[in-house]
Each structure stands twice: as C-alpha cells, then as structure tokens.
C-alpha cells in the first residue's frame, strides 16, 4: 500500500532536499501541511503532488502518480495517431479522449491533467474558448497546452499562444 500521509523527514529525503527547507516551505505557505497533537508536520499526499506541479519539480515515481494526458480532438485518425505515440514514448502516462470542447472542460476538472493537447477547430465550444478558460481559471492555469490545428495560419498561431497556449503545432504531424 503507497503512503498517504508524509512526514517533513520522509518528505525531504523523497526529494532530495534538507529538511529544513521542507520545513520553510510550510512555514512560508507554499506546502500544505497540518500538525499532529503532538506539534509534528504531517503532509496529504495530495498536497504534496499539488506542490510538485506548482513549483515545476519533478514527481518522484515513488509517489506513484501517472503523468495525465488529455487529448481534445473531433477527428478520430489524429487522436488515434496521438495516443499511439504518445504510448510509445512514455507507457506510463494516463490518457483521457475529449471529442468537443465541452466535454474538454469537464475533463479538465474532473481528470486535471497536466498537459492538455488540444485541437483549435472543435464542435461546440472550439479550442479558442477551451484555452481561455484553462487558463484563466486558478485552479487549472499551471495545465500545459499544446494547440493543434490542420489551419494553421499565423493569426491562428498568434491568438492560440495569446491565449495562454504553451505551443503551437499544425497537422498533419511531420
């Protein structure tokens, strides 16, 4: 059975740190942690991860945690053939389908993946609206977002990353 709750120690040699710097990472705010009756730090896995992911630092595997993938896209040859490369460049990863842009944002919320590939032209809601509102939204803003389109232009290209996009790729894929 994987831990749920850590202690400062265990955290701080899960990561490689000195234990006082996990200590000033709560005591600054940045860790959520609580105390025990008796005064010692315990930390939710949960919030260990959430800490992870805000401060761009690696998840040890001992964690146990899948890198999550969504991939949004109407067309189902391109999800097949982004899933499948996906699987051969790293097995581990969690992988969800969204076929319209409202579904997209349930998942968003619902499988909080850390990288969303999205297609800009999607039934419903597109993929303009989509990255908007990931990143506008404080809970999901730090998600990366691959934009994918086969109309590709350079206003396309030019909205998408104003909109937060974290990079741009035109289909077909070389």
Same mark, same amino acid.
């Given at each position: 059975?994987? !831990?749920?709750?850590?202690?400062? $120690?265990?955290?701080?040699?899960?990561?490689? @740190?000195?234990?006082?710097?996990? /200590?000033?990472?709560?005591?600054?705010? %940045?860790?959520?942690? $609580?105390?025990?009756?008796?005064?010692?730090?315990?930390?939710?896995?949960?919030?260990?991860?959430?800490? =992870? !992911?805000?401060?761009?630092?690696?998840?040890?595997?001992?964690?146990?945690?899948?890198?999550?993938?969504?991939?949004?896209?109407? &067309?189902?040859?391109?999800?097949?053939?982004?899933?499948?490369?996906?699987?051969?460049? &790293?097995?581990?990863?969690?992988?969800?389908?969204?076929?319209?842009?409202?579904?997209?944002?349930? %998942?968003?919320?619902?499988?909080?993946?850390? =990288?969303?590939?999205? &297609?800009?032209?999607?039934?419903? /809601?597109?993929?303009? *609206?989509? @990255?908007?509102?990931?990143?506008? &939204?404080?809970?999901?803003?730090?998600? %990366?977002?691959?934009?994918?389109?086969?109309?590709?232009?350079?206003?396309? !290209? *030019?909205?998408?990353?104003?909109?937060?996009?974290?990079? $741009?790729?035109?289909?077909?894929?070389?």
């Amino acid at each position: 059975m994987r !831990k749920n709750i850590f202690t400062t $120690y265990e955290i701080s040699k899960l990561l490689g @740190c000195d234990l006082t710097t996990v /200590i000033k990472w709560i005591n600054d705010g %940045k860790l959520i942690a $609580y105390r025990t009756p008796g005064g010692h730090r315990r930390v939710r896995k949960e919030d260990l991860v959430e800490f =992870l !992911k805000k401060y761009n630092l690696p998840i040890p595997e001992e964690l146990g945690i899948k890198p999550k993938v969504l991939i949004v896209d109407d &067309d189902p040859d391109s999800v097949d053939l982004i899933r499948g490369y996906l699987s051969r460049i &790293d097995s581990k990863l969690e992988i969800e389908i969204a076929r319209d842009g409202f579904e997209a944002g349930r %998942k968003v919320v619902e499988f909080k993946p850390e =990288l969303v590939i999205l &297609d800009v032209r999607l039934p419903g /809601i597109n993929g303009y *609206q989509v @990255c908007r509102n990931i990143k506008s &939204d404080e809970k999901t803003k730090n998600i %990366k977002v691959l934009a994918i389109t086969a109309y590709a232009s350079p206003e396309d !290209k *030019q909205k998408m990353l104003s909109l937060g996009a974290d990079a $741009y790729l035109p289909k077909p894929f070389p």
